[in-house]
């Protein structure tokens, strides 16, 4: 199997709870012996979708095609990663219960919101790294300082770089699972300005264990800016499975098309997004998109970097020095007028000619 015939096998499996189609095509596969299981793992472990790869295949009793071997070896990694997302899930209320009972409401975002809110059959499925929510910009500050009491601290004494990003660094806490990212952003510049607190926050989700997320459609449409501008997918052209994934499941609860056609901005990001994912899952009913030239032109190139990647890395690279280069002119230009700015740089000077002892 080519890395291309992987990528989309995967992508198949993971629809395979609801799509018959691709169920269909996907046993006709196993029974033919021709899977290379070793660049399935390989593939599907890249991409962060080896339990919902695994869960999946459960479901659909498909699990007697498989070595046995293989088998043992999903069963163990998907009962670690759901035994680690149970223990977020735990750290995740204590901060909610903290923050609570000093007058701060977090809201929590992506995968940490899916696993409080039983979004997956299974909170094995999401394989999720930090804890992320979000607050407002007046509890912004509050927020990191209460966490600090409570003992969550940065991993290292460095430069603060809260002004260049969408939350405070990253923060950690003894003996916890995860670390914490307060947001006082979901998204970059500029796009914040559509999407942004004031924006969600009429239409928080609270449940009885009062745990607020983003309504069903904010969490799509944080799902899409997630993938396309902040991890700069409508440049790099990337394939994700784990934000497909993530796609494809809220497509089995709202009308994905009818959503971005009413949040009425960035459609042409976002319906290539949708295009991109229903290319990769083989066309599943629910990923409702509008088929236009737009879409074509980005499968088109997409597709191209699968079969050449040499070509992706390239693209990627390219686009990470145009953003640094554009980050470090913007600091140095606003640093004449914004005193964060002229620290940060000062700091920078400061630990560059620091004396080595």
């Avoid at 759901?82 to 000093?102: F, G, K, M, S, V």
């Avoid at 309504?215 to 409508?234: I, W």
């Avoid at 994700?240 to 959503?259: A, E, M, V």
Wanted: charged content about 25%; aromatic content about 14%; glycine content about 2%.
């Amino acid at each position: 199997m080519t890395y291309k015939e992987t990528l989309f096998f995967i992508g198949k499996c993971l629809t395979i709870t609801h799509e018959e189609h691709n169920r269909l095509e996907v046993e006709q596969e196993l029974k033919n012996g021709q899977v290379n299981w070793d660049a399935v793992v390989k593939v599907s472990t890249a991409q962060y979708v080896f339990p919902a790869l695994y869960c999946n295949l459960k479901r659909a009793n498909f699990l007697h095609y498989l070595p046995e071997e293989l088998v043992n070896y999903m069963v163990h990694i998907t009962d670690l990663n759901r035994e680690r997302n149970q223990q977020i899930i735990e750290q995740a209320y204590e901060i909610n219960t903290l923050l609570l009972a000093n007058n701060v409401t977090p809201i929590f975002l992506k995968g940490t919101a899916f696993l409080l809110q039983d979004f997956y059959e299974d909170i094995a499925e999401r394989m999720v790294g930090d804890i992320d929510f979000l607050v407002s910009d007046e509890e912004f500050k509050k927020t990191v300082e209460i966490l600090k009491i409570d003992g969550y601290l940065t991993p290292k004494e460095g430069i603060d770089r809260t002004f260049l990003n969408r939350h405070y660094d990253k923060i950690i806490k003894k003996n916890k699972t995860a670390s914490v990212e307060v947001h006082y952003k979901m998204v970059h510049n500029p796009y914040h300005k559509k999407f942004n607190y004031t924006t969600i926050k009429k239409t928080i989700k609270k449940n009885k264990n009062k745990i607020c997320t983003l309504s069903d459609e904010n969490q799509f449409l944080m799902t899409c800016f997630n993938k396309q501008m902040n991890d700069r997918g409508q440049l790099n052209k990337t394939i994700s499975l784990r934000n497909s994934y993530d796609l494809y499941i809220h497509s089995l609860k709202i009308d994905t098309l009818k959503t971005i056609k009413k949040f009425n901005y960035y459609f042409k990001e976002f319906n290539a997004f949708l295009g991109s994912t229903a290319f990769v899952f083989n066309n599943p009913k629910t990923i409702l998109f509008e088929n236009n030239l737009d879409v074509e032109k980005f499968l088109t190139i997409q597709i191209n970097y699968i079969n050449f990647p040499n070509k992706e890395i390239k693209n990627r690279k390219k686009w990470d020095i145009y953003f640094l280069y554009k980050s470090r002119l913007t600091i140095v230009i606003k640093s004449f007028y914004d005193k964060n700015n002229r620290q940060f740089i000062i700091t920078k000077l400061k630990n560059l000619f620091k004396p080595i002892h």
